[in-house]
């Protein structure tokens, strides 16, 4: 399932880096941790969709590589980023 708009609207207005900014890679994070959040929930709950499961793997992964991709260019903007979507971070 995908996100409503108002949410989704949100989320890029928190984490975009000026007007009009989609795309940025703080915002597919951001939206990312979103849907993984939500696909959680419902693989606990739904145990054997493996569909989903595999969904959410990709998802991880990119979410992963973009993350690497800020910490290569700006360290303290990945910092800032982990922190504020408590993702866990390497060291």
Known sequence: MS??????KTVIDEFSRHQGDTG??????????????????????????ESSRHGLLKMVGRRRRLLTYV????????LALTDRLNIRRKS
Do not use: C, F, G, W
Not at 72 to 78: H, L, S
């Open 24 to 49: 940025s890679p703080e915002v597919q994070i951001a939206l990312l941790s979103n849907r993984i959040s939500y696909l959680t929930d419902h693989l606990r709950t739904h145990k054997h969709d």
């Open 3 to 8: 996100m409503d708009k108002e949410l989704k």
């Open 71 to 78: 910490r290569k260019k700006d360290y303290q903007r990945y």
